[in-house]
């Protein structure tokens, strides 16, 4: 029960340290998949301790109880060479005792006759390990933490085997310090060594404590090749014994590497592959800003290209004659064309007498409102004549309108202008061409008499018709 409370004690320990160690963040190099082991620290140097007994899980064993006087320790080294992740190779070499004490009478145990009796001789052993050095063959089993690439607890199993060179004394009944060899020496004479083959199976699990750095729990049985390594004789058996260590285990190699054995090799995978998709992500969201930037840019240039400055329908950038005046038909290159001469024929035009005297009287019958542009009634026969000889004959006529001096001189412009316009309205009204026909006012500044009298100022008041 001792045995077993301070196992507990101590595994509650590892796995506390290594839940520390699982919060800490181990930064592991860049390896890529599947690249091999030269990415990684394959070999390992280790130290441990621990307990030796007399007793193991398995049958056919000459101590069937444990106690704590039956403690002893062992204690040793290694060297491991990690093949794949979940295998390796480790070589250990070890020193130490084993020691028991007989708890039942046992028939293969020395007796002697006294009184008719028999007399247990001897009822306790001391074995000292000189030297024992194997080979084993290391499985990982898993990993506990599956999340981050570096591996915080790792189950594993070995076994393998080697040779031990062991000295093997018993004990008297009764006397716990008078020992005797298996030749009957004195405890104080130097015993004969044995030497035999023995294969260690072991069950325990690493611990992942700093970065190339492991703590190692494990629970050996040794099974020996030899019979009296226990001093018992005669039990037809060979002897084994089991112990607990507890080791410590440090990568060799270059420190830039991680170590093999501790690489959770599908979760770095998984993170590799993670980090690579965000690396494409990163290389995907930059060429895609760049094409915006490329495409803005070609847009930009594709407006540039189709502004027309001069707007001759040619643009800017294959125009070659840049401003082209407004309404200038030009070719492809935005060169004005050639432009055919027009051969305008002119056309004689003759006013006859009898013309002049329809547009005389148009003007002496031509009667305003008074201070208005309304033509009266009465002088629309004659202005009918004029447009009827305009119509007939293509001639142009100009009107002008005047005044007397009355009133002011923006007043009496306006009102000439206006009795010319409404002359010019009536006869465009009449089928005239009104591009034929000028209307002007001159106001009161082109008098034909007077305007100190009535019948003066009644003169310059008027529009004369001049036909061409």
């Known amino acids: 029960m001792i045995l077993k ?38 070999w390992s140097l280790g130290a441990w301790g621990g307990v030796s007994m007399p007793v193991t899980p398995f049958g056919n064993n000459d101590f ?43 028939s293969n145990w020395p ?43 790792l189950p594993y199993i070995s076994a393998g085997g080697g040779y031990m060179r062991f000295h093997t004394q018993v004990g008297e009944n009764g006397a716990s310090d008078n020992y005797v060899n298996n030749q009957g020496m004195a405890v104080d004479e130097k015993p004969d060594a044995s030497t035999a083959f023995y294969i260690p199976v072991g069950v325990g699990a690493k611990f992942n404590v700093a970065t190339g750095i492991n703590l190692d729990l494990s629970y050996h049985t ?32 270059n420190r830039n590497k991680p170590q093999l054995a501790v690489v959770n090799a599908p979760a770095q ?7 690579r998709n965000q690396d494409l992500k990163r290389q995907i969201d930059q060429a895609n800003e760049h094409n915006q930037q490329a495409i803005e840019g070609l847009r930009g240039q594709l407006e540039d290209a189709k502004k027309d400055s001069d707007g001759d329908g040619v643009a800017d ?5 840049p401003n082209t005046e407004n309404g200038v038909r030009v070719d492809g290159a935005g060169c004005p064309l050639p432009q055919p001469k027009q051969i305008i024929k002119q056309e004689k035009v003759v006013v006859t007498q009898q013309d002049r005297k329809i547009v005389d009287e148009a003007i ?92 003066g100022r009644q003169q310059n008041r008027r529009v004369e018709f001049t036909l061409y």
């Open 5 to 42: 409370k301070s196992l507990l004690m101590g595994m509650g320990a590892l796995m506390a340290l290594a839940g520390q160690a699982q919060n800490a963040d181990y930064s592991l190099p860049r390896v890529t998949p599947f690249s091999g082991v030269n990415d990684y620290r394959t």
């Open 64 to 106: 069937k109880r444990l106690g704590v006087d039956q403690l002893s320790a062992i204690y040793g080294i290694s060297l491991k060479k990690q093949i794949y992740h979940g295998f390796g190779l480790q070589a250990d070499v070890m020193r130490g005792q084993v020691k028991g004490h007989i708890k039942s009478a046992q």
């Open 111 to 153: 007796y002697q006759q006294t009184a008719g009796q028999n007399t247990l001789i001897t009822d306790h052993f001391k074995t000292n390990i000189d030297l024992a050095a194997s080979l084993s063959g290391v499985f990982t089993l898993g990993t506990i933490n599956w999340l981050n690439r570096q591996a915080t607890v």
């Open 222 to 253: 040794n099974f020996i090749n030899h019979a009296y390594f226990d001093g018992v004789t005669g039990s037809g058996h060979n002897d084994k014994f089991s112990g607990v260590r507890l080791g410590i285990e440090f990568a060799l190699g």
């Open 269 to 275: 995978l998984a993170m590799d592959l993670y980090e």
């Open 317 to 321: 950038i294959f125009d070659k004659c």
């Open 364 to 455: 002496k019958d031509l009667e305003f409102d008074l201070g208005k542009a309304t033509i009266r009634p009465a002088s629309y026969p004659s202005l009918d004549r004029v447009a009827e000889l305009l119509v007939n004959k293509h001639f142009s006529l100009k009107l002008a309108g005047h005044t007397d001096n009355t009133g002011s001189n923006a007043l009496n412009m306006r009102l000439s202008k206006e009795r010319a316009e409404s002359v010019k309205s009536y006869l465009v009204s009449k089928g005239a061409n009104a591009s034929r026909i000028e209307a002007v006012g001159y106001g009161s500044s082109q008098p034909i008499a007077t305007n100190d009298t009535p019948e």
